[in-house]
C-alpha cells in the first residue's frame, strides 16, 4: 500500500484554505510562459487581491471536490495555474485578458464565482467592466448629483423670488413711498374724519356771519311819508 507524499498533502490542504476563504477563482493554462512572465503576472494579480500559483490537476480535483467551487475540474486540463480572488473579480479578469494580449501562451479557461461556474465569455464581459473602485465612484456621483442639484435649486430660489418681485415693483412705475396722511386717514375712524369737516363748515359760517353784522352800517331810520293835511285855500283869510 503505496502512502501519500507529504508534499502532495500540503498542497491539498493549501487548495482546501483557499477555498475556505474565497468561493471566486479563475482557471488558467500557462503553457509557454517563462518564469519570469509567470512571476510578473502573480506580482499583478497580488497588487489586486488575487492569489496566483501553479498547481497539479489531479491535487485540485481532490481539494474542491463537495466545496463552493467544485465546478473547476471542467477546467483543469493542462499546466494549470489557478487565481484565488479575494477582491475583484472584474479587475483580475482584466489583467489577464491584458497580459494574454502581449503573452498569447498565457490562455484563461474559466472561473467560478459564489459556485456559479464562468465560461470564458463571462470572464471578458467582466474584464469589460469598470474596476471596483471606478464603480463606487461612479455610484456615489449619481448620489451626489441630486443633492448638487438640490442645494442649486434651494439657492436659486430666493433669488429668482427676488428678481420677480424687482421686476413686478419696476412694472408698477418703482417702488411706492408710504404717505403718512394716508397712514393716519387709515387708521382714523371713518365716523370721526366724516364730522370734522361738517363741524369745521359751520364754525367758519358762523364766524362770516358776525364779522357781516360788524362791519355793516346802522340803518337810518325811515323818512316819514305821511304826508300833511292840505287845508283848503278857500278857508284862509284873504289879504
Given at each position: 500500500m503505496s502512502k501519500v507524499r507529504p508534499d502532495k498533502i500540503a498542497t491539498v490542504k493549501e487548495v482546501q484554505s483557499r477555498v475556505d476563504t474565497t468561493s471566486t477563482a479563475v482557471v488558467t493554462e500557462y503553457r509557454g510562459l517563462t518564469v519570469a512572465q509567470i512571476s510578473s503576472l502573480r506580482r499583478q494579480l497580488r497588487?489586486?487581491?488575487?492569489?496566483?500559483?501553479?498547481f497539479k490537476n489531479t491535487l485540485v480535483r481532490r481539494a474542491i471536490t463537495g466545496t463552493s467551487v467544485e465546478s473547476l475540474g471542467e477546467f483543469l486540463t493542462g499546466p494549470t495555474a489557478i487565481a484565488f480572488?479575494?477582491?475583484?473579480?472584474?479587475?483580475?479578469?482584466?489583467t489577464l485578458r491584458d497580459f494574454a494580449k502581449e503573452a498569447p501562451s498565457l490562455i484563461v479557461k474559466g472561473g467560478v464565482v459564489n459556485g456559479k461556474?464562468?465560461?470564458?465569455?463571462?470572464?471578458s464581459a467582466l474584464a469589460d467592466l469598470p474596476s471596483r473602485d471606478v464603480m463606487l465612484a461612479q455610484f456615489a456621483g449619481l448620489l451626489a448629483s441630486p443633492l448638487r442639484t438640490m442645494a442649486g435649486l434651494l439657492k436659486a430660489v430666493p433669488q429668482n423670488f427676488a428678481y420677480g418681485l424687482s421686476a413686478l415693483i419696476d412694472s408698477k412705475g418703482g417702488p411706492v413711498t408710504p404717505v403718512v396722511d394716508e397712514v393716519e386717514?387709515?387708521?382714523?375712524p371713518a365716523g370721526v374724519e366724516e364730522a370734522a369737516p361738517a363741524a369745521s363748515d359751520d364754525a367758519a359760517a358762523a364766524v362770516a356771519e358776525v364779522a357781516v353784522e360788524e362791519e355793516a352800517p346802522a340803518a337810518e331810520p325811515a323818512a316819514d311819508t305821511t304826508e300833511a293835511p292840505v287845508e283848503d285855500a278857500a278857508s284862509e283869510p284873504a289879504e
Open positions: 497588487s489586486i487581491g488575487a492569489d496566483y500559483k501553479v480572488v479575494d477582491g475583484d473579480v472584474s479587475a483580475v479578469a482584466k461556474s464562468l465560461s470564458l465569455k463571462d470572464l386717514a387709515a387708521e382714523t
